[in-house]
T-cell receptor
Framework: NAGVTQTPKFRVLKTGQSMTLLCAQDMNHEYMYWYRQDPGMGLRLIHYSVGEGTTAKGEVPDGYNVSRLKKQNFLLGLESAAPSQTSVYFC??????????FGPGTRLTVT | GDSVTQMEGPVTLSEEAFLTINCTYTATGYPSLFWYVQYPGEGLQLLLKATKADDKGSNKGFEATYRKETTSFHLEKGSVQVSDSAVYFCALGSDSNYQLIWGAGTKLIIKP
């Protein structure tokens, strides 16, 4: 089992560009999450999904969109990147009230 | 609402010292409790968990006991190593949330 995978691992964008981050899990988990982690900071939840075709806003959703068309995939989109979105992005998956399993992260720099 | 409070870091210890990282929580009902570890440049890994009162989670020499009377889940290790240097996160999962509620993280630095 690969667990939770994220692509790409690194990305540099210019302000105003768009991109999509892909998260995939092979554990048949119902719930998936996108977090951002800024240097020396904890985790902040961006969006999450409680099942295929559903999404919900987390703590810091502005500037991001998500989609969960298939149970195993959760996409995070940045429509118009800003320097404030420079961060490390982590995807996670879980079942109800269970531990979350994390991907290795995507390091995004917006110049 | 539900919340988790961790001791602030960084915590700096010498190798072979005893470690305690405090975690307390506020929650309705009977939450599950977790400790995660994040090594430099990596994602978060589950270290241990406990799902009901008085349960003790343990892994890699670390332990934590779910204490409902004190609403605590403190992380302990009897003899730390340089390789334990990392950031440790306490988290709570409850019936009222689809999410985990995270503590702010505690950076642990172990000096040889």
């Amino acid at each position: 089992n690969a667990g939770v995978t994220q692509t790409p691992k690194f990305r540099v964008l210019k302000t105003g560009q768009s991109m999509t981050l892909l998260c995939a899990q092979d554990m048949n988990h119902e719930y998936m999450y996108w977090y951002r982690q800024d240097p020396g900071m904890g985790l902040r939840l961006i969006h999450y999904s409680v099942g295929e075709g559903t999404t919900a806003k987390g703590e810091v959703p502005d500037g991001y969109n998500v989609s969960r068309l298939k149970k195993q995939n959760f996409l995070l989109g940045l429509e118009s990147a800003a320097p404030s979105q420079t961060s490390v992005y982590f995807c996670a998956s879980s079942n109800y009230r269970a531990e979350q399993y994390f991907g290795p992260g995507t390091r995004l720099t917006v110049t | 609402g539900d919340s988790v409070t961790q001791m602030e870091g960084p915590v700096t210890l010498s190798e072979e010292a005893f470690l305690t990282i405090n975690c307390t929580y506020t929650a309705t009902g009977y939450p599950s409790l977790f400790w995660y570890v994040q090594y430099p440049g990596e994602g978060l890994q589950l270290l241990l968990k406990a799902t009901k009162a008085d349960d003790k989670g343990s892994n890699k020499g670390f332990e934590a006991t779910y204490r409902k009377e004190t609403t605590s889940f403190h992380l302990e290790k009897g003899s730390v190593q340089v390789s334990d240097s990392a950031v440790y996160f306490c988290a709570l999962g409850s019936d009222s949330n689809y999410q985990l509620i995270w503590g702010a993280g505690t950076k642990l630095i172990i000096k040889p």
